[in-house]
């Protein structure tokens, strides 16, 4: 069974810090696409960013650039989301979603693979 397990949430104050992991198991995943998705209660689940195993290339949401970097471990199965300077809007539960391809997607509905969440909550 190919699962992936997030952690690393907690309360921080704004302009903060906070590291989440995401560890894949159950199978291969050497040329997989994962990343990070959020959801806060009444909205729509949000692109985060994304990262290709195969050859590094990144993506990340307009809402979170200069910010947020995400970042692989090859050898460990786990890619990191270091959250920078964290505003009360970053406050959601955060996913971490796998897809068996190179070819960075976007879209909730192109990752058949989820993690059960973290909670990531920003106060002011």
């Known amino acids: 069974q190919v699962q992936v397990v997030e952690s690393g949430g907690g309360l921080v104050q704004a302009g903060g810090s906070l590291r989440l992991s995401c560890t894949a198991s159950?199978?291969?995943?050497?040329?997989?696409?994962m990343a990070w998705f959020r959801q806060s209660p009444g909205k729509a689940r949000e692109f985060v960013s994304a990262i290709s195993r195969a050859n590094g290339n990144t993506k990340y949401g307009d809402s979170v650039k200069g910010r947020f970097t995400i970042s692989v471990d090859n050898s460990k199965n786990t890619i990191y989301l270091q959250m920078n300077n964290l505003k009360p809007e970053d406050t959601a539960v955060y996913y971490c979603?796998?897809?068996?391809?190179?070819?960075?997607?976007?879209?909730?509905?192109?990752?058949?693979?989820w993690g059960q969440g973290t909670q990531v909550t920003v106060s002011s």
């Open positions: 159950g199978g291969t995943f050497n040329t997989y696409t």
């Open positions: 979603a796998a897809r068996s391809t190179t070819i960075i997607q976007t879209v909730a509905r192109a990752f058949p693979v």
